[in-house]
């Protein structure tokens, strides 16, 4: 969290973090010092030191000085960042559920670079590097997918 100046989050995942505090039966308690905004059009209950945005995403990024803005959760508020050009990474940490459905990561078509791979208790950690918007070709598939997957398999070998 050194690198870290500013904390943001939508309203989805501040409310998973307070679930996840009650039901250990823990007290919430806001767990980051860094400057922190809640981005939604919702009313919350949100403890000192969070605050509530319903604004463009590109006005949080002042309050990091020169450090990084954390980006919790939320593939929309991601996309806020990438679609203003100030997404330069995605760390994912993916933990093993069996799901029946579900909604894509991100709902914008991003080149990703992995950069590394590492184990985190239960969870993998990815971080990949923005590299820039996905090229659709005329034929409707994002340009240089597959060959970028291709890539990525043959670096595993």
């Keep these: 969290m050194q690198g870290v100046g500013a904390v943001v989050l939508g309203a989805n995942s501040y409310e998973w973090i307070v679930r996840d505090f009650e039901a250990s039966g823990r007290p919430f308690v806001w767990p980051y010092r860094q400057p922190s905004w809640v981005v939604t059009h919702r009313e919350l209950t949100l403890p000192p030191g969070v605050r509530r945005h319903s604004g ?91 060959g970028a997957m291709d890539e990525a398999q043959s670096t595993r070998r």
């Design 56 to 146: 463009a995403v590109a006005d949080l990024v002042a309050a990091a000085g020169d450090r990084d803005v954390w980006i919790l959760g939320g593939g929309d508020l991601a996309g806020q960042f990438a679609d203003a050009g100030l997404l330069d990474q995605v760390l994912l940490q993916v933990c093993p559920v069996t799901l029946g459905g579900g909604r894509p990561l991100l709902p914008r078509r991003l080149r990703l670079q992995r950069r590394n791979v590492e184990r985190d208790g239960q969870f993998t950690a990815l971080l990949f590097d923005v590299v820039g918007p996905q090229q659709i070709a005329e034929h409707g598939h994002a340009s240089g997918l597959l």
